[in-house]
């Protein structure tokens, strides 16, 4: 038997637990042995709950078990998830973890520490929830060399964006909706300002490139900004906006990662992703592209990616599962040498500037925006980009444009 502690009883924690309980036959046959859960962490007690006997307060009576084999990591934060991963890494125990700013924060140190311990660090519920992700770009795509990945990796961001879509509503109005629904948090800055996604993309990318890139150095921009007026264009162009995190390998060397809202047309295969759902897009050299779709947050679906890797680290007991993520710091680009189209908003005053600055561009009007005008602009650097947009005096929105 196989014996299984939980770090933090709360939304994942406890479905976790629910996981391995109620697919119990199917995960044991999977393990290969039986799971049992002999332990669940946290600071408060859970009179009623039909496991309050497995609750324990002090993390060393689990770490200090010998017959525990496999930490689930579901507290959040950094502290004191980081010190107790540690030490049951360094005891010899698996830890599978739900925890993308430890991940983000610590990976590479976490995955050495596993390997040298004859154990494993895993983390596929840190990016996507419950959407297969982590294993395809460690074991199903090794064959590839990874060229881009492309997500849509925040659920928040990607509702807010959708009802924003479909109801022409503004951002606010939409976002307060949200927390009343329980999609966003009462404090919704981690998602708003693309800071979840930052540490997502950068978890992939270091996947991707096979070296460290610190979510600090990826380019962030949120989805404040963007209005029901850039909507009632995106509409007329047939495209949609997305907030994407990306990474794309460059010629020179170098990794483009960023976070940032992007127009994109109805060919791009993120276009129909709605609502809450996730998916990520990525491009091999040999396969080309797949693309991976689901929840990305939420309690079992998120649990379930964490009961997943569980089931990994109890099939291979003793032995470490290869990931290749070095300390070394991968060589991150500026996005200012980086070139692109960009969607462009102006009132009326500025349409002789914008004929001298980016050439006769195709003017398009939205119904009620009566005062100005948007177009597209042709492929160039953000440096140059930004020169000329500073030379506008009444712009009043910009959106970067994604082609397939």
Known sequence: MIQVAVFGYGTVGSGVVEVIEKNKEMVNKKSGEELNVKYILDLRDFPGDPYENKVVHDVD????DPDVN????????????????????MSGKSVCTSNKE????????LIRLAKENNCNYLFEASVGGGIPIIRPLNYSL???????????????????????????????????????????EKDPTADIEGYDACRKIAILSSLMTGK??????????????????????????????????????????ETL???SPFMIDAEHPLHMV???????FVRGNMLGDSMYYGRGAGKLPTASAVVSDVVDC?????????CFWDAEDVKLAGIETVSRPFFVRVGETDAAKVQELFGNVEKVKADGLEDEFAFITETMTEKEFAEKAAKLSDMRSRIRVENV
Not at 102 to 109: I, K, M
Not at 147 to 173: C, P, R, S
Not at 225 to 248: C, T
Not at 274 to 280: E, L
């Open 274 to 280: 709605n609502g809450v759902f996730n998916a990520v």
């Open 142 to 184: 090794t064959a590839e060399k990874i060229e881009a990945v492309t997500g849509i990796l925040n659920g928040t961001t990607n509702y807010i964006l959708t009802k924003m879509e479909q109801e022409g509503a503004d951002f606010a109005d939409v976002l307060k909706e949200a927390q009343e629904k329980g999609y966003a």
């Open 257 to 259: 990662a960023m976070v």
């Open 212 to 253: 460290n890139v610190k979510y600090e150095d990826v380019y962030t921009e949120g989805i404040t900004k963007i209005s029901a007026a850039d909507f009632a264009y995106a509409k007329k162009l047939g495209r949609s906006i997305k907030l994407l995190a990306m990474s794309k390998e460059l010629a020179n060397d």
């Open 61 to 64: 009576v689990i770490l200090n």
């Open 102 to 109: 430890l991940v983000a924060n610590h990976g590479p140190e």
């Open 70 to 89: 496999i930490i689930c990591e579901t507290m959040g934060g950094v502290e004191p998830a980081y010190t107790f991963s540690k030490r049951a890494l």
């Open 314 to 322: 109890a099939r291979h007991m003793g032995k470490t599962i290869m």
